[in-house]
T-cell receptor, first 114, second 111 residues
């Protein structure tokens, strides 16, 4: 068990470009979460999956954001037409899928939009 | 009112002292409570979880939950400089598994 992994770890892009991030959860974890964290703030929930089903999405997830988990394993988060306000750390977490459970976080992808 | 509130700090304590971190939450239906530690530029790592009223101890850490007063706290005994980090309180509310985080409290342990 190697923990949650995320790629890339850092991404610099120009405003208007599309970016895609990948998250590989801990094996056998059926829930996968995406959060966004800006400087001085706690992580904010974006969306989560149970297996391949996307069960909840935050209002923060505008129509420029889309997330998938096609086979219930890894997940991707795509941001289209990036804006400077999208600059943040994007965190992925996974959990076993029990009622009282702990989420384990990956190292995050730091996005800078110029 | 924010759903989960923490004093942003910094909270400064001398090495060897007890650090006390507090968190209040607004949803009375909240069910699970977590403390994470986050070093600058890194991702959150779990310290403790607590689900029922009372105290829960793990090594130098004690989590305290009082659902009637809607607060959860974390005590760090014998604080070390390596404990200097931001401590995040996270809560799950009824009907969802997502975490609601506070803004975090920055702790500085002075050698």
């Amino acid at each position: 068990d190697t923990g949650v992994s995320q790629n890339p770890r850092h991404k610099i892009t120009k405003r208007g470009q599309n970016v895609t991030f990948r998250c590989d959860p801990i094996s056998e974890h059926n829930r996968l979460y995406w959060y966004r964290q800006t400087l001085g703030q706690g992580p904010e929930f974006l969306t989560y999956f149970q297996n391949e089903a996307q069960l909840e999405k935050s209002r923060l997830l505008s129509d420029r954001f889309s997330a998938e988990r096609p086979k219930g394993s890894f997940s991707t988060l795509e941001i289209q037409r990036t804006e400077q306000g999208d600059s943040a750390m994007y965190l992925c977490a996974s959990s076993l899928g029990q009622i009282q459970e702990t989420q384990y976080f990956g190292p995050g992808t730091r996005l800078l939009v110029l | 009112q924010k759903e989960v509130e923490q004093n942003s700090g910094p909270l400064s304590v001398p090495e060897g002292a007890i650090a006390s971190l507090n968190c209040t939450y607004s949803d009375r239906g909240s069910q699970s409570f977590f403390w994470y530690r986050q070093y600058s530029g890194k991702s959150p790592e779990l310290i403790m979880s607590i689900y029922s009223n009372g105290d829960k101890e793990d090594g130098r850490f004690t989590a305290q939950l009082n659902k009637a007063s809607q607060y959860v706290s974390l005590l760090i005994r014998d604080s070390q400089p390596s404990d200097s980090a931001t401590y995040l309180c996270a809560v799950t509310t009824s009907g969802t598994y997502k975490y609601i985080f506070g803004t975090g409290t920055r702790l500085k342990v002075l050698a």
